[in-house]
């Protein structure tokens, strides 16, 4: 560290002086005197060394590491913010602790005018993931509950998760059904778009954060592999905040679909769904069968769902390829949409085969929006899903219903 003549240690802020011991500091002077001594921190190593000082000693701490992320963000050139981080392909020497993905929680925090606030700090809970659920209501809203004592240091996650559901619970909805670039071929309603084509076109223009459940069934061959990471791309953008989304998938391939998914959200959970024993020979490995997996995942920093506890076996449901040969039964579709959304909530499927999975979500009053490239695939969904009086709706309906 070079220190200005005429300036010793002692006469630095103990704030200051706190960064002895970091690399890679300068500090200036421009007077020669303590008061006026600024310090210039000038790359993206410089920065991760305070983040990590101040990381975890405390809400403080936290809060500090927090707000220099984001000054780190608004003043280091572009692309080197994300240098700082120990995920980026050309790091700095002594990353902070953490990925990217953490860094934009915490500067959500510290743009919360409520959490910023150095009055409130000894009324907020020190772990950083609480804040981050916090960061999402607005600060009025903050202001409110911590006056009712609700926002307090021994709170956790699940505190913080049940103050955002009742906020979103408390207000009106008034959001429209998301309105989309449509095609003569589309079918548009207020309360069911299906769209004919690639979902990776015709849902460019979904609104961010409009979607509150996508459920979705990719193909399961090895070619189309590349799907899994556009889904999760596109799950990333339009979730909401409490947004979820429920993958059905094979087994043989679990590791790379695991692995693309979690490039864009963050894993959950894995509900299966029990069914008769399959006679299909696995050429994987030597079983008959018995379950398929649904893999839950929510966009980062995402908000859990605020239901009942439930168990993660799901009822298989009716059998039925009748439509088509990868026909999924609607039922494990219907329980989930009913257990982790409410009324009028958006269900989307970009994948749609046969329309199955719309069959719930109207049934249960949501609003649905699919995509189908395949045109007799998507010709058969618009008549599944806007006539309730065909036989197969009417019995989809007693067993969804109960
Ligand atoms: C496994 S099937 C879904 C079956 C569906 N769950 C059902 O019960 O009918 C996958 C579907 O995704 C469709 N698909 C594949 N790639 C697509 C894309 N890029 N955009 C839209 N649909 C696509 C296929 O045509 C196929 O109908």
Redesign the pocket.
Known sequence: MTLPEGLDNASFPKAFQVLDNLPGWTFTDSTGTDAEVTYQVEDPQDWADRVRADWRRSVSGILAAAADLRDARDRLPHGEWGRMFRNHRDPVVRPVPFTDRTGRLLVAVAENRFLADRNHGSDLPPSWRTLAVLAKLPPEYLEEVHRAGQVHPEMERSDAERLVHEYLEAQPRTDPMPVLRAAPSDLVTDRLTLLL????E?LADLPDGSVDLVL?????PRE?LG?WS?LAELAARVLADTGILVA?TGRADLPEVLRRLGEHLEYRWCYAIRYAESQARMWTWPVRQAWKPLLVYQKPGGVRPHCERHPDFLEAGRRDKS??K?????EPAGQLIGLLTRPDAVVL?????????GVPALELGRRFIG????PG?FQT?VDRLTNPDRPDRQAERATING
Request: glycine share 8%; hydrophobic share 30%.
């Open positions: 084509g690639d979902f990776r015709r979705s069934d990719p193909p399961y189309d799907l556009d059905w439509l088509y990868w026909q999924q039964s609607p499927d970009p994948m749609l085969g046969v329309g199955t999975f995509v189908e490239l395949d695939r969904s």
